[in-house]
């Protein structure tokens, strides 16, 4: 980060980008049960189309949980993600929860039936699978070629599968018509010298480039130890400037002591 | 989850037990540069020793954004833990942002410094390093015996590294003086038949056992698709006589049509 008292929007010259949170939504991430990879997923697909990510959560099948939560996010950012909950059981809650934050009914979409009834038999239709055609009213369907139950888009709240390969069918299907921006552009320096060595520099390369985000993050494991640093900005020439200062940077400093820091 | 419009905690019959929530801080999740496994980590690990995570969520590395979610968690939880943030980088600004949530000085910490000191060289102590020796006044160390420079806690908030290796020592240290609790138990159902077909019954079920909270995951990967149905309690007989219920409803179901839910 390019300086701590400053505004985030600023510090990064990426006013006009378009921002977004990810709200996964299940008990089951966090009881452990399962470990989530759709924040990640999200985050280097909306990365790679120039839509900053800033912010993520995980909530339980909880109503009021939910609805808090969608209500903080989507006030903040240009796009809400969720992920999670749109399923036929009991526990498949995500959908009444955002009609209840937009204050709408809950509705069964024909066009939802329809998709269902792709894979299903009419008499397999049974109440629970009904539920995963209510739609919040105004919403939009989001098409689900994996498993035909859709997700949704109300406001700037877009809803999705839990399930990784449905997410991601998904998060293509609603990508084209997101407002997407110019790529933040990253270059990473593996540095065999150690993050306190480079510190000072890297907070003074950083002050003198607002609008390039620099990262440092130390590994070690058995004998080895040293830095990434990583630049990332939408401002390739000051990128690249960023990038020689910590090129040199680096050259200039020894591997000091047994420390990993 | 066992009842959609109650309060949570009367839905899982765990109000003596402690909650938690998970803060992740750093621009690296965001970006997607780095895959977060601090979340699934410590989600298993406080569920084995009866701490309920409520919550979990990830903000870049801006100091305003830590302090605002450092104070909504910890005034709803038992215990609010970091990871990320507390190297010597300019981009590490947790110290900082939590001592201004707490309102009180950072103070370099005599024992953090002879702690930095068992791998430096006193002429390797730069100002750089010795940030990672600045603890919020009141706090008291966590030990890191992988890296040696140390997390803290304060009131209800634990400080831990980012870096797996040392978060999970961390959290070895503070575990055993955490306010623990019965672990919840689950029970798991791989069964073969649709989850649409075992939705109103699972209904039923769950609605019946206010204590046990039961969860419902499709699967379907080529050719084959089914539901993982699990049950999580603290009551050891409630949870029993409900995994019997769904055993025989899973029996009582067909295995019907081509669609996976």
Redesign the interface.
Same mark, same amino acid.
């Given at each position: 980060?390019a300086g701590?008292?400053t505004d +985030?929007e600023s510090?990064r010259g990426e006013s006009n980008a378009a921002t977004a949170a990810v709200l996964v939504i299940?008990?089951?991430?966090? /009881?452990?049960?399962?470990?989530?990879?759709n924040?990640?997923?999200?985050?280097?697909?909306?990365?790679g189309i120039g839509i900053?990510?800033?912010?993520?959560?995980?909530?339980?099948?909880?109503?009021?949980?939910i609805i808090a939560a969608v209500d903080a996010l989507r006030a903040r950012y240009t796009y809400v993600f969720t992920t999670g909950g749109i399923?036929?059981?009991?526990?498949?809650?995500t959908a009444?929860a955002i009609a209840k934050a937009f204050g709408v009914p809950l509705e069964e979409h024909p066009r939802a039936i329809a998709a269902?009834l792709k894979?299903?038999?009419p008499e +397999?239709l049974?109440?629970?699978?009904r539920?995963?055609a209510r739609i919040p009213q105004g919403a939009k369907l989001v098409n689900n070629p994996? /498993?035909?139950?859709p997700g949704f888009w109300i406001g700037n709240v877009i809803v999705m599968a839990g399930?990784p390969s449905v997410m991601h069918a998904m998060l293509d299907n609603v990508a084209t018509e997101l407002r997407t921006g110019v790529p933040?552009v990253?270059r990473t320096i593996k540095a065999t010298c150690k993050?306190?060595?480079?510190?000072?520099g890297?907070?003074t390369i950083?002050?003198n480039h607002a609008n390039v985000?620099?990262?440092?993050?130390?590994y070690?494991s058995e004998g080895t130890s040293g830095t990434n640093i990583?630049l990332?900005s939408r401002d390739a020439d000051a990128l690249e400037t960023a990038y020689n200062e910590v090129v040199q940077l680096v050259a200039t400093v020894r591997h000091?002591?047994?420390?990993?820091?």
């Open positions: 980060m701590e008292h +985030d510090q299940g008990d089951e991430i966090l /009881s452990g049960r399962t470990q989530d990879r924040i990640g997923y999200i985050a280097q697909y909306l990365t900053d990510l800033r912010e993520a959560r995980v909530v339980a099948d909880v109503e009021d949980e399923g036929p059981t009991h526990d498949d809650i009444d269902l894979y299903l038999r +397999d049974n109440p629970a699978r539920r995963m994996v /498993s035909k139950a399930i933040v990253s993050e306190g060595d480079v510190a000072e890297l907070g950083a002050r985000a620099i990262g440092s993050y130390p070690f990583v990332r000091t002591g047994a420390s990993p820091f």
